[in-house]
């Protein structure tokens, strides 16, 4: 029995949205394309891949100047290379997930409809936004050509990480976009589609 002022047992009642969770991967209960949701496995085992190997990278750096007194050029540089598409493949898996910070506010607030609405303009938006640094990321790398300084690495292989990333996300808002324009056509598909 829980009194008026109690807060509920389960504190995802503070953190799920209703009207979001149909737009939701859900890895475990395989909704969503299966394309997009063996990606975002794949992506989170190549985020820890690389977290290990950057603090391998910065640790024998570390252990290099400290103890050897001597520091290790190459460390620095596989870090930073390493650091770069952590934070891309990071940012693509997060929005699959669904786990950016979000001021949601407002749209618990609203009506189904009207949620997804706010939420068809959310991915439009995004959409576009990732479309526009698709392009740019395309241009930089057709116009590079360059290496790394110590590593010898090819600037496109670390370009690469934006416009890989930037692509899965505009798929996973289209996505989103198109599930929004049908649960504004029938709300209740959408509380059918999160029972399933």
Excluded at 28 to 41: K, M, S
Excluded at 135 to 140: C, D, I, N, P, R
Aim: glycine residues 6%; charged residues 15%.
């Amino acid at each position: 029995m829980t009194t008026p002022n109690q807060p509920p047992a389960d504190p995802g009642v503070y953190l799920d949205d209703p009207s979001r969770e149909p737009l939701e991967l859900d890895i475990e209960g395989r909704r969503g394309p299966a394309a997009f949701r063996w990606l975002t496995v794949a992506m989170e085992h190549l985020i820890a891949a690389i977290l290990v190997a950057l603090i391998v990278s910065v640790s024998a750096n570390v252990i290099g100047r400290s103890i050897f007194n001597r520091s290790l050029p190459w460390a620095d540089e596989l870090a930073r290379m390493l650091f770069i598409w952590l934070i891309f493949i990071g940012a693509a898996a997060a929005f699959a997930r669904y786990e950016h910070i979000a001021v949601d506010f407002l749209v618990r607030r609203l009506k189904p409809r009207a949620a997804y609405v706010l939420f068809l303009i959310q991915h439009l938006i995004i959409a576009s936004l990732m479309g526009i640094i698709v392009w740019g990321g395309y241009l930089v790398m057709s116009r590079s050509t360059g290496r790394t300084a110590i590593l010898g690495v090819p600037w496109n292989l670390i370009n690469v990480s934006l416009v890989l990333c930037s692509l899965f996300i505009v798929a996973v808002a289209i996505w989103r976009a198109w599930l929004c324009l049908r649960f504004i056509r029938d709300p209740h598909a959408a509380v059918r589609q999160a029972g399933d």
